[in-house]
């Protein structure tokens, strides 16, 4: 089967013979007459290369456009006023990450960005289990996919430890029995501690410490405010009690 090819294939084709392991040109032009400068005697030939048949699938290159991995026949779309930039991939360092293919990688750039915008419309999707098919125009991601895990849906989901009144009450409690040290406001201190502690089974606090501290006399003053703090609700995981980590901000203003 016969393809007649731009001059952007023509340039793409005799790339995918040059030496060099990456190239990059600013326009068709500078890449035509910089690779065939580099073209081997027995290398195809730019007339050669204007048939699409010369090239078999394995010494093809990967072609990404804007991001987009595209077929060879979906060059034909971008005209060549619309080309920003053309690079040439050929280290084996890279491109045996992306293709076992030995034509390298040719990365275009467009002005109009127009393999960003779906412009294939007869294209259908297909899927299986753990696996989606890619299809041209859709943006190219490598590796293999996961397979979905499991959902399950807990009848007595994780409820967390909490305050005697919930939130608002916690502060509340926090500001009326806050008491400011007065080196504090002597040393115009302020600033948020942060105090860390466990709330058991039976909604005791243990273990309380600074987690993030401003000065010792803002960090003792937290560390007291928690200490007098009633029994909390405790946590729960699906209906049983649970001992729970918790860290509380205090603002010292």
């Known amino acids: 089967m016969k393809h007649k090819l731009n001059t952007l294939f023509r340039v793409i084709m005799v790339a995918c013979f040059a030496s060099a392991s990456i190239s990059s040109f600013a326009s068709c032009e500078e890449a035509i007459y ?18 699409i048949n010369v090239c078999d699938s394995i010494n093809m290159p990967v072609f990404i456009v804007d991001g987009v991995e595209v077929q060879v026949q979906d060059l034909d779309s971008i005209p060549n006023d619309d080309i920003e930039r053309v690079e040439i991939i050929k280290d084996e360092n ?16 467009t002005k109009s960005k127009r393999f960003l915008t779906p412009l294939l419309e007869n294209y259908k999707r297909s899927m299986e289990y753990g696996k989606q098919n890619r299809l041209p125009g859709q943006l190219l991601i490598r590796g293999d996919s996961i397979k979905t895990a499991p959902v399950h849906t807990w009848s ?45 089974k039976d909604g005791t606090i243990t273990n309380a410490r600074i987690l993030r501290g401003r000065t010792p ?31 509380l901000p205090i603002r010292f203003k």
């Open 34 to 51: 910089t690779n065939a400068q580099e073209l081997k005697p027995d290398s195809c030939s730019v007339e050669r290369c204007c048939n």
């Open 94 to 109: 890279i491109t045996k990450i992306f293709s076992p293919r030995l034509g390298g990688i040719l990365l275009i750039t």
């Open 156 to 200: 007595h989901p994780y409820i967390g430890p909490s305050f005697p009144g919930g939130e608002s009450a916690l502060y509340e409690f926090i500001e009326s029995n806050l008491q400011y040290p007065e080196e504090a406001k002597k040393n115009n201190e302020h600033g948020l501690v942060v105090v860390t502690f466990y709330v058991e």
């Open 217 to 247: 006399s803002l960090d003792a003053e937290a560390l007291r405010i928690v200490s007098i703090m009633p029994k909390w609700e405790p946590g729960k995981m699906n209906g049983e009690l649970k001992r729970v980590n918790y860290s």
